[in-house]
């Protein structure tokens, strides 16, 4: 495997046990295997970047961290704590220790900004009304949001608007770990990279560890002080990890690997003749996996 | 994979036993599919009794579903009523006519409709006005993430998304149960009397004899079920939504047809078991109509 040295962010504390800790993750669903073999060592203050190409299994790697998702093999562990077997109650009441920063922003169609915001608040903590509207208020502000968006609905909003609402709604409860799926994907490029200046605002809040998927490589450069990245388990050879890398940015620019540099340099190469191919054979991803 | 041997050892059987063998398969997985659908169906449902009773049901959840189960179906449920009452009129005239037996024309149209057409097109409504529309809502907060979302922040889907909505299926069907029965009633009246000219003394006359609380009351209970079932099957399939519009819109009629289907199968059997505790308690033995 090329450069898979651990890195060693400036930040991160060794000699503390890691905050997330998976352990040869594999999931499927049904025959389709959409995660091989991950493992993965989170230390309180990190962020991590995940990349990979569209449909690699990002979005359900991030989902197993918080237990939307259970692993077919394998453990995810919070503080040494296994997710899957926890009950309802006690993993409800971990999870208030995450932000989830979704792809669609996720926000809640019926509820206006402002109760969107406050829904965690509501939920786990019995604030007077007045101190949730301040810290509604003072989260909106921190993410560079008008006042004026509290009383509107999501579909009011601009898309850079809405993940903007949706990060505030993340940091509510003060999460010590934050994840991110695609924050800056459908965004223009100014947009991304104010998303960029508030995943690393968040991310010097104290005891805040991060973790993005994206396939934005500016993203993965500007905010990650390690990066894994992920390849498609149907194209790997039988037995082969899915984490083709782990490193630093500056380790993954330096990387010789085809596999790697295709994706970092964005260019289609090879892929496009086995599109074509799949194309002729009439097979998609998941039965040529099957 | 646990399927590989599977299909290679029902592959290769040859001609007209390779084909029974292939539909006896299909019959395999079809029964399982089904046996897994229903168990999948009952667990929700107890999780949905469970969160009923597990924690205090918030006002400002309630009331919003409430509003739109109850109040905004009573004009399409009193307007079905209406007719339905007209309509048994219309068809049963002739028959009785023949008979002789015009005056009795009011029980068998004030029977029929708070034993049966009552709560089943209350029902029916209700599940084409509601039940679709909950899985249509259910399932694009499914897709778009949201309920993704509300577990994330530890909060419980099914207590905040299905609890609101089954019981207000459960508390407000009886009352529109009352509407389709009344308007039904009025309906049924309003043709034998003023467009048929039957004799509105002998017409209530015959209806006081032949329909008693007995009746009424095994209408509203069945009623009971048919709300339950429309909500928990409309939540599950909104629930187990597939991606995009496609998606959304299958479940939205599949919530209807599957709705629809067990109100009919449910009031047959409730229809034969009431059936029997009425008989029990009225020592003369069935009622004769004619």
């Known amino acids: 495997m090329p450069a898979t040295a651990p ?3 400036a930040r991160r504390d060794e000699a503390a046990p ?3 800790q998976i352990d040869s993750l594999v999931v499927r669903f049904g025959a389709h295997e959409v995660l091989r073999d991950i493992s993965i060592e989170l230390r309180a203050g990190d962020t991590l970047a995940v990349i990979g190409e569209s449909g690699c299994g990002k979005t359900v790697l991030l989902k197993t961290m ?3 998702v259970r692993p077919s093999l394998g453990t995810v562990r919070f503080e040494g704590r296994n997710l899957a077997a926890m ?12 932000g989830f920063v979704f792809q669609g922003a996720a926000l809640f169609d019926s509820y ?3 109760d969107n915001v406050a829904f965690p608040l509501h939920e786990h903590t019995r604030l007077p009304a007045d101190e949730v509207r301040r810290i509604v208020a003072a989260l909106v502000d921190e993410v560079g949001l008008p006042r004026n968006v509290l009383e509107k609905k999501p579909v009011q909003l601009s898309g850079g608007m809405r993940k903007r609402a949706g990060l505030a709604r993340a940091l509510a409860l003060d999460p010590q770990l934050v994840l991110y799926d695609e924050p800056t994907t459908g965004l223009d490029p100014i947009m991304s990279d104010v998303i960029n200046e508030l995943i690393l605002r968040a991310g010097r809040r104290p005891g805040v560890t991060s973790v993005v998927v994206t396939h934005d490589m500016n993203t993965a450069r500007k905010v990650a002080d390690r990066v894994i990245m992920l390849y498609p388990a149907f194209r790997l050879r039988p037995g082969e990890s899915q984490v083709v890398f782990s490193g630093t940015p500056a380790e993954l620019d330096a990387s010789r690997d085809p596999r790697i540099r295709q994706f970092v340099e964005g260019r289609a190469g090879a892929r496009l003749m086995e599109l074509r191919e799949e194309q002729r054979n009439g097979l998609t991803p998941g039965e040529e996996s099957a | 994979m646990a399927s590989a041997p599977l299909s290679t050892a029902s592959a290769p059987a040859p001609g007209i036993t390779g084909w ?4 006896v398969a299909n019959l395999g997985e079809f029964a399982m599919a089904a046996v897994a659908g229903i168990g999948d169906v009952a667990l929700f449902s107890l999780r949905t009794l469970g969160w009923i009773f597990a924690r205090r049901q918030r006002r400002e959840v309630l009331v919003p579903a409430f509003y739109q189960i109850g109040v905004m179906s009573l004009p399409v449920v009193a307007l079905t009523g209406l007719f339905i ?7 049963s005239y002739g028959q009785f006519k023949a008979l002789g037996l015009q005056t009795r024309l009011g029980s068998v149209i004030n029977l029929s409709l708070v034993r049966e057409l009552g709560p089943v097109l209350a029902a029916t409504m209700l599940a084409g006005r509601v039940g679709s529309a909950m899985a249509a809502e259910l399932g694009t907060m499914r897709v778009t993430e949201q309920i993704d979302a509300l577990e994330s922040m530890g909060a419980n889907p099914i207590y905040y998304l299905v609890v609101p909505r089954f019981l207000g299926c459960l508390v407000l069907i009886p009352s529109l149960t009352v509407m389709a029965d009344f308007m039904g009633v009025l309906g049924g009246y309003f043709y034998s009397h003023v467009l048929l000219g039957i004799d509105y003394h002998h017409y209530w006359e015959n209806s006081r004899e032949y329909v008693d609380a007995f009746d009424f009351l095994m209408g509203i209970f069945k009623s009971l079920f048919f709300g339950a079932a429309i909500a928990l099957i409309s939540c599950h399939h909104g629930f187990h939504c597939d991606h995009g519009a496609e998606g959304v819109g299958r479940a939205a009629t599949n919530a209807f047809v599957h709705s629809f289907v067990l109100i009919l ?3 047959l059997f409730l229809g034969i078991w009431l059936n029997d505790v009425q008989d029990f308690f009225r020592p003369e033995g069935p009622r004769r109509l004619l």
Do not use: F, K, N
Request: aromatic share 2%.
């Open chain 2, 20 to 23: 029974v063998v292939g539909q």
């Open chain 1, 66 to 68: 918080i237990g939307l």
């Open chain 1, 7 to 9: 890195a060693t962010p």
């Open chain 2, 85 to 91: 009452g007209m309509v048994l009129a219309v068809q």
């Open chain 1, 112 to 114: 206006t900004i402002a």
């Open chain 2, 265 to 267: 199968v449910l009031d």
């Open chain 1, 18 to 20: 890691p905050l997330l």
């Open chain 1, 87 to 98: 009950g309802d109650r006690e993993l409800a009441h971990l999870r208030t220790r995450y």
